[in-house]
């Protein structure tokens, strides 16, 4: 039971970090009509900008500050130097020019940090485990992480339910011409919402950098699961990203936990580790599956 | 080796031609002019897996430049991990590029994919590291061989000291794909204590949380994981932070000197097993050591010292025989008469290596991580595949 509640927390933890992802990634979809298959640079460029300030300056928060504003950065410049050319044109055009991108980015960090996988480790401060109610040990850093995760995601409501700016990225959504005529810069709101979305991605990639490995090409695994999370929850809404993730993350959490030893009910527990583990290397994509053969368009899809 | 199918590829290609010029003076005097010879490496020199690939040219161009042979040439080319360029590159440098022996190559799966075509078509292939069973076994050909280890017997040797240290049970774990599969098997095949759970991990998996819970609530004596490249990294650092005060054995490829430094001082303590270590008492692997540190500025990784016997190899048949007489250079490259970084080193009758296999221990040196020997695993342990080898 206790083993339970504790994977319970590790697929919310995983979740909560794909939603970070998904974000930026529905919002851009959704706002600008643009598939970016470059968001998952922008988590690379979030973790080794990290691990580079980290290493530096020797503080783990200066490197989170710099994965932020890095990969905000990297957004805003992107934006305005490529993607800015791509709204008007097809869905195919925006995937060769921000796959172009993927390559440049790639190369790019290759050339500046070399082939070999960067050390960023936990800071002192949030390392270690905890006892939680329940008797439960738990890893420090992974709480943190939950926590920023929720912490974000009731940000990103507030700014998108109750301020102006998300008013406009609501608008901009439903009509762009309408709000560019009422006088909203809409060249400005695509390139905030643009470097928004970045600076979440680089965020996750600092963060889930710190647990595992800050290596060349880590984005992309990340970026296809971002993609099963917003197509789950329905394109362009920022609560079918969050639910999408959480689903996502538990699912598969829960499947290479639990199908393992379903399995083994019934059959040799050699093959039933082999089997249950092929199977939950599918689960996701079958939960996706499901999903759009009920709601084809996503759970909160605006436009089904 | 994180392996993972994005479904993202990238199309960047690098082709280098590196020649060795030196000594090309000294030839003068009463030597034959023996046939050069062409080489073929393919390797991965990008994406992921790239460190590996990298530090497996350096090490065989580290030989190459020393022995300073004029009539050895080098084609390096890029396969980006994955199996269909391995083939159109291997199809490429035997057609146009004439070469005479292929090498290089880190995965199995493209291993695989091109050394049954190219020793039909009568080409040598010496690998620096992936070595299949099926190449080992039925599949097995008198132009292939491995310099590096049968697949199985890194992980056979983590489990012979498994039993030699007396575990109990042992939690195991590696990644669902073949390679992953063999690493169980090797493991189980020389270790006689009960397994308390094994599991199968994703293939390009890099958290582990839900498996460090279930490795907790095991109550196993000791872990043994396979989880090359990325995953390793993952792994040990989410393992680092869970506290688990449980030993942990597994084969070398995630605590080569290639990912130590990422891992961190996670890794310190953790024993490995390996047929090489920077630290072996031998001529030859000191010579190596400090050269490839003098050229490259870092410590060679195991794939390195693979590298760098891979080509010391085809340099000493180059000096017995003439590649033009496939039987007797064939012969001189079976006859293995070349200072291994390993010390002894024969080849079995699959032409897949006979060697000691040492338990390296990871200990921080002056701040740097890296690998020192504590024990004999292995000795001249051949495969278990060679009897299956109709040669």
């Known amino acids: ?304 | 080796m994180t392996g993972p199918k994005t479904g993202i590829h990238r199309e960047t290609r690098m082709t280098r031609y590196l020649t060795t010029t030196a000594l090309a003076l000294s030839m003068i005097g009463g030597t034959a002019m023996a046939e050069p010879v062409k080489v073929g490496m393919i390797t991965t020199l990008s994406g992921g897996g790239a460190s590996l690939g990298i530090d497996t040219r350096d090490g065989f161009m580290l030989a190459v430049e020393e022995a300073g042979n004029s009539e050895l040439e080098v084609v390096i080319e890029d396969d980006q991990r994955k199996p269909e360029v391995a083939v159109q590159l291997s199809d490429e440098m035997i057609q146009s590029e004439d070469v005479d022996v292929l090498t290089g190559i880190v995965w199995s799966n493209l291993a695989m994919a091109v050394v049954p075509g190219a020793t039909r078509q009568g080409k040598f292939y010496l690998s620096t590291n992936a070595a299949p069973s099926q190449l080992a076994g039925k599949g097995c050909h008198e132009n292939y061989f491995s310099v590096s280890y049968q697949n199985d017997n890194l992980h056979e040797a983590a489990g012979q000291y498994a039993t030699d240290e007396g575990f109990g049970s042992m939690f195991i774990m590696a990644p669902n794909y073949p390679a992953g599969q063999d690493s169980l098997s090797g493991f189980k095949r020389f270790y006689d204590g009960e397994v308390a759970s094994e599991v199968y991990t994703q293939l390009g998996q890099t958290d582990y949380a839900a498996e460090i819970a279930q490795i907790r609530d095991s109550g196993a004596d000791a872990l043994f994981f396979f989880l090359p490249g990325g995953m390793g990294i993952s792994f040990m650092k989410q393992w680092a932070e869970a506290g688990i005060d449980m030993p942990v054995v597994g084969p070398a490829f995630s605590f080569s000197q290639d990912i130590l430094p990422a891992i961190g001082e996670a890794a310190v303590g953790v024993k490995n097993t390996a047929q090489w270590s920077p630290d072996l008492d031998n001529e030859a692997n000191k010579a190596f050591v400090a050269g490839f540190e003098e050229k490259y500025d870092r410590l060679p990784s195991l794939y390195a010292a693979q590298g760098y016997d891979t080509a010391r190899l085809l340099l000493s048949a180059m000096e017995k025989a003439d590649i033009a007489d496939a039987e007797a250079f064939r012969e001189a490259l079976r006859a293995a008469e070349f200072d291994s970084v390993r010390g002894d080193f024969a080849f079995g009758p699959n032409q897949h290596p006979v060697q000691d296999i040492y338990v390296r221990e990871v200990i921080s040196e002056d701040g740097t991580l890296t690998n020192k020997i504590v024990a004999t695993a292995m000795e001249d342990r051949g495969d278990a595949y060679a009897e299956e080898c109709s040669m």
């Open chain 1, 1 to 304: 039971m206790l083993l339970l509640i504790e994977q319970l927390l590790n697929g919310l933890q995983s979740g909560l970090m794909l939603f970070l992802m998904a974000a930026g990634l529905t919002l851009v979809f959704g706002v600008m009509g643009l598939i970016n298959l470059a968001h998952g640079s922008l988590y690379m460029i979030g973790a080794f900008a990290c691990a580079g300030v980290a290493a530096a300056t020797g503080s783990f928060w200066l490197g989170l500050a710099a994965s932020i504003a890095a990969a905000a950065a990297a957004g805003a410049i992107v934006e305005v130097a490529v993607i800015r050319r791509l709204y008007r044109r097809d869905h195919l055009d925006q995937v060769l020019a921000t796959f172009a991108l993927i390559l440049i980015f790639s190369e790019g960090t290759r050339w500046l940090y070399g082939s070999f996988p960067l050390y960023l480790n936990v800071p002192p401060s949030l390392s270690g485990s905890v006892t939680l109610p329940g008797g439960i040990q738990y890893s420090l850093f992974r709480l943190a992480i939950i926590g920023a995760g929720l912490l974000v995601a009731v940000g990103l409501f507030l700014l998108i339910g109750k301020t102006r700016i998300g008013v406009q990225v609501r608008a901009g959504e439903a009509d762009r011409e309408m709000i560019a005529a009422l006088g909203v810069d809409i060249g400005r709101l695509y390139t905030l919402v643009f470097a928004l979305g970045a600076a979440l991605a680089g965020m996750a990639g600092a963060l889930v950098g710190t647990i595992q490995s800050v290596q060349v090409g880590m984005g992309e695994p990340v970026l296809i699961l971002a993609f099963v999370v917003i197509v789950i929850g329905g394109i362009g809404s920022i609560k079918g990203a969050l639910v999408g993730a959480l689903l996502v993350g538990l699912t598969d959490t829960m499947g290479r936990v639990l199908l393992p030893s379903i399995f083994d009910l019934f059959m040799e527990t050699s093959a039933a580790t082999s089997v249950g583990a092929a199977l939950a290397s599918m689960a996701i994509y079958i939960l996706m599956a499901l999903v759009l053969i009920v709601k084809p368009g996503g759970l909160f899809g605006a436009r089904a």
